[in-house]
């Protein structure tokens, strides 16, 4: 039986003066992906050139929304209503739908960024207000879904698309939740072990803990990090895992 599988990477992270990632090394590697709208990172000159390039290597697109917080890069966790959340992140793919629309790109989904993803991994109301806001815009974009979390069961609720995924880099708890940035060990540099977690999460849908506890988990795309040291060698090692196993890497919008 084939099995495909979609990589994931955020992008178009850059703004001003500060360049940030390795979106043009990465690219030819990763099979779709999330750009910044603004909110967390991005400017508009920035949105403009990562659809262009997206455009040129033939890359999926999709919005990658976050709460209103440049300074912390939208990582930090803010209380806002529902009609917030939903006006942000309509607002958000709006703008990066302008450029989709110039470029004559389809946009394929919808990701959350940092804090406001983390909430929605865990509160309803949070992940319910996100999917409602994708579905307003347009109900055939896809809603990128922590597996196993509130996301799934809040865009099966609305009636959104969705493909749930896994982190390629990031560690497990034994409950399946990403560790805490916050912690030793959360993010593993390692590209040979990083490169058998994604052959496993792919081929047998589960991962290791960071305690040695083998976590079920449904894999329809796996997010890789593009602004990490060692990234770009990181995400060909993968691909080369992949190949080597026979794994068709294939955007999961196609």
Not at 14 to 32: C, I, K, Q, R, W
Not at 69 to 87: N, P, S, Y
Not at 122 to 146: F, N, R, W, Y
Not at 203 to 228: E, Y
């Amino acid at each position: 039986m084939m099995i495909q599988i979609d990589l994931n990477c955020d992008m178009g992270e850059s703004f001003g003066v500060y360049n940030l990632g390795h979106d043009e090394e990465a690219m030819p590697y990763v099979t779709s992906i999330n750009v910044a709208c603004g909110f967390h990172a991005s400017d508009p000159l920035n949105m403009m050139k990562t659809v262009k390039l997206a455009k040129k290597f033939g890359v999926a697109v999709g919005a990658h929304p976050s709460f209103p917080d440049l300074v912390g890069f939208g990582r930090r966790e803010m209380v806002a209503t529902a009609e917030e959340i939903k006006a942000d992140v309509i607002y958000q793919i709006g703008a990066l739908w302008g450029y989709c629309l110039t470029e004559g790109i389809k946009m394929q989904h919808v990701k959350a960024h940092g804090g406001m993803y983390n909430m929605a991994v865990k509160d309803m109301s949070v992940a319910t207000a996100l999917a409602e806001a994708i579905k307003a815009v347009d109900p055939g974009l896809i809603m990128l879904c922590l597996a196993n979390t509130a996301m799934v069961t809040a865009a099966k609720q609305v009636g959104v698309k969705y493909v749930e995924e896994s982190f390629a880099d990031r560690a497990y708890t034994a409950q399946g939740s990403l560790v805490s940035r916050k912690l030793p060990g959360s993010v593993i540099h390692d590209i040979d072990i990083v490169a058998e977690r994604v052959l496993n999460m792919v081929k047998n849908n589960q991962v290791t803990s960071i305690d040695g506890v083998q976590v079920a988990l449904k894999t329809q795309t796996v997010c890789v990090h593009g602004d990490t040291p060692g990234a770009v060698g990181m995400i060909k090692k993968i691909r080369e895992k992949l190949a080597a196993e026979g794994v068709t890497v294939k955007a999961f919008g196609a």
